[in-house]
C-alpha cells in the first residue's frame, strides 16, 4: 500500500509540475521588473530658473513633461513609475536644475550631464501624442 501511495504522488507532483511548466511556457512574456523605467534625457544641459521661496515645486523625473524643469503630468502615461520630485525652498534663489534626469543630488544639477554616457545618448525629442 505505501509503494502505491508513494507511485501516485509521484505521477501527481509530476504531471503537476508539468502541468505549471506548459503553462508557463505557453504564457506571453511578462516584464517582473519592478524597477521604475529608466528616465529619457530632454536636456544635456541644466536649467537656469528662478526660485521663490515658500512655494511648492514639481521637478520632472522622468524626462517627458513638455514643461522642464517641472512635471506637467507627463509620467502617468509615458513613465509610469516614475513620480515628480516636489520640493519647497526655503528662501527666493536662482538654481540650476538638471536636465539630463541622472544627478546625484536631483533635482539639482552635479554636473553629470557631462559624463560620457550622457554626452553619447540620444536627445528624447517631444511628441504631441
Known sequence: ?????NTLDHRWISLTLRQAWITAMAAPKVSLSTLPPE???????????????GKRYSWCTCGHSKKQPF???AHKTKAQGLMP???IPE?????WLCGC????SPPYCDGTHKQDFIVSAPLHEQTDS
Request: charged letters at 25%; a positive charge; hydrophobic letters at 35%.
Open 101 to 104: 534626469k541622472y544627478t546625484n
Open 71 to 73: 512635471c506637467d503630468g
Open 91 to 95: 528662501k527666493d534663489c536662482t538654481v
Open 39 to 53: 528616465p529619457v534625457i530632454p536636456s544635456k544641459k541644466p536649467f537656469k530658473v528662478e526660485l521663490v521661496g
Open 1 to 5: 500500500m505505501n509503494m502505491l501511495v
Open 85 to 87: 520630485l516636489r520640493f
